[in-house]
């Protein structure tokens, strides 16, 4: 169930969950928008899954993409927990997308591989980091992710699931090129090997939170798939 907010644009807590049936597609709000050959987004065991198709050579075509409702927002607070399961993912949150299928566009993003967390102004397809940290993630080993984009500025944290959330931010970009509203959602792309190997990037628990200028005035008022 789903209801306009007619008094303010705001989106309250929306937490997905996976504690569905093995094998079924992602719950709403979540719209799977591309599927690589050989890849796929669905549920297993209490997860959802998105796996990369296997060409290699950061293959435009290897990737997945899940898209977060039918609406556009500018301010949001994403905290969400992945797990890479294998060793070459390159996860992608992407926020303002000028396009829904979250494909080479504007935008911006941010990534979290197993050896970095960058935010990135994408313009017209091209995307150039502007802000990095170091990081070293394990495969296997459950994170949290913490984004906040609130007007020319996101920031990001990534720590392992077991432990408090830091209250200081791993990187952030004060001016971002991106402001106005756009689509939001995942993106998961494949190894740069030749040939490849799919890539597998698990999720849980993921909250997305609208802010109070810049929602897209649907208010869920319920947990998905738990």
Known sequence: DWRRDRDA?????????????????W????????????????VASGRGVVTTGSLGNFAF?????????????TNTNVLLTFRHQTDAARP?????????????NTAVRVGYDRTSLTISDVIAGTATVIATATKTLTVGADYRLRIDATGPTVKARVWPL???EPTGWDVTAATVAKTTAGYLGLVVAGTNATPGAAQVVQYDDIT?????TGGYGLNYGMDYGG
């Open 27 to 42: 719950p709403a709000p979540w719209i799977t928008e591309r599927v690589p050959a050989g890849g796929g987004a669905s």
């Open 92 to 104: 992608r949150f992407v926020l303002r997308s000028d396009v829904a299928n979250l494909s080479a």
């Open 9 to 25: 644009n705001i989106v309250t807590d929306v937490t997905t969950t996976f504690s569905l049936a093995d094998g079924v597609s």
């Open 162 to 164: 077991a432990d408090p």
């Open 208 to 212: 997305i939170t609208a802010g109070a």
């Open 61 to 73: 075509e290897d990737q997945a993409s899940i898209r977060y409702g039918s609406g556009m927002q």
